[in-house]
DNA sequence: GTCGATGCAAATGTTTTGCAGAGAG
DNA sequence: CTCTCTGCAAAACATTTGCATCGAC
């Protein structure tokens, strides 16, 4: 299986596009973090490896690393897109605490399958799903209420 | 059952807040529209009825209503929020055309039931969901790919 | 060298907020 | 009458884009 780096520049290579140091770096830094950064954490923790990059480099960087099919966009209903590492890893859905923000990847094969037959059902060809269950963690349902 | 205009105006009531004109207009322009309206596309209409109306004076109201709970905010990952009126409506999900953006609302009892168990066994109250498949619908299938 | 990439700042698009006057309870 | 509400314009956000320069290939 090639690295997640190769698969960077293949995609980039592909469309003439280039691989630079900054590219690296932001891709690089995703890896090490992985979980759910938003574009503007990923600039705080891509700028202090190289303090002279720009926000916008990070925002044009994650927009390729989505389409090179690396990364995922995730939308916890805050305002902001998280994004999170998806090469070589299983998908999984989110199980969000509406009050402490924690949360919890899951897999479930039943839905996945029922999914995947309700696009059918419907003559839509599935090409992606996604899916948040919003709730209260068991830490914050003992605190109150 | 309570019409949608009595259970506003007793959230409104609830919490000191005034049932005003402005109020009563956009909630009767987004339930006679139904559907999937932007905060932009409700403000047109609702301009129409009465021009002196502000776009924040939208937004505001639309905040009250998703907080009284008559109306559901949808992401269809374009940008935009949508609310559709969910007040005495059974609960749906969305399966979206990725390319000529047409959607269809969808239920099934499958997943519904999976998903409870599925934050239960996390120890979770289930308090809402949201899931969006994303696909090719039949007309765009057959039109190119 | 060439053409894409970068950093910066300005622009964009959506949603929020401050404020002074208007109006519901 | 008292607070909340409203419209307006400005502000606040996240994200995108134009441009001159820089650098990967």
């Known amino acids: 299986m090639k690295s997640p780096q190769e698969v960077f520049a293949d995609y980039l290579a592909g469309k003439n596009l280039k691989t630079t140091p ?60 998280r994004y999170e590492p998806s090469y070589g890893e299983e998908h999984h859905d989110h199980l969000i605490c509406e009050r402490c923000g924690n949360n919890i990847e899951i897999l479930d094969k039943t839905i996945e399958n029922r999914q995947e037959e309700l696009a059918k059902e419907h003559g839509f060809t599935l090409v992606r799903h996604k899916m948040y269950l919003y709730g209260v963690c068991p830490e914050c349902r003992k605190k109150k209420g």
């Open 22 to 81: 900054q590219r690296r770096l932001i891709l690089d830094t995703l890896l090490k973090q992985g979980g759910h950064l938003s574009s503007e954490e990923l600039y705080a923790k891509v700028k202090k490896r190289d303090s002279s990059i720009g926000q916008a480099t990070v925002y044009r960087t994650l927009k390729l690393l989505n389409e090179s099919g690396l990364i995922e966009p995730l939308d916890f209903a805050d305002g902001v897109t």
